[in-house]
C-alpha cells in the first residue's frame, strides 16, 4: 500500500468473486490503515468502504 499511496493512488477497490472471502482481506485493509489509501470491495450482496477516520486513523467500514 506504501508503494501504491507514493505513486498517488488513493483508493483500491477488489471485485470479482467473493472478496470478503480472501483469507489476506484483514491485513489489506490493516496495510492501508496508516497511508492515505482507502480500500472499497464489492461482493455480490454488498458494496463496502473502508476509510481512515480523521480523527483515529482506523479503519472504518
Known amino acids: 500500500m506504501r508503494a501504491f499511496a507514493r ?11 467473493e472478496p470478503s472471502l480472501r483469507a489476506d482481506l484483514p491485513d489489506i485493509i490493516a496495510a492501508a490503515r496508516n497511508t492515505p489509501v482507502s480500500v472499497a470491495w ?16 482506523a479503519a472504518a467500514a
Open 42 to 57: 464489492r461482493s455480490p450482496a454488498t458494496a463496502t468502504n473502508c476509510r481512515r477516520s480523521s480523527t483515529s486513523g
Open 7 to 17: 505513486l498517488g493512488t488513493r483508493k483500491v477497490r477488489l471485485s470479482g468473486g
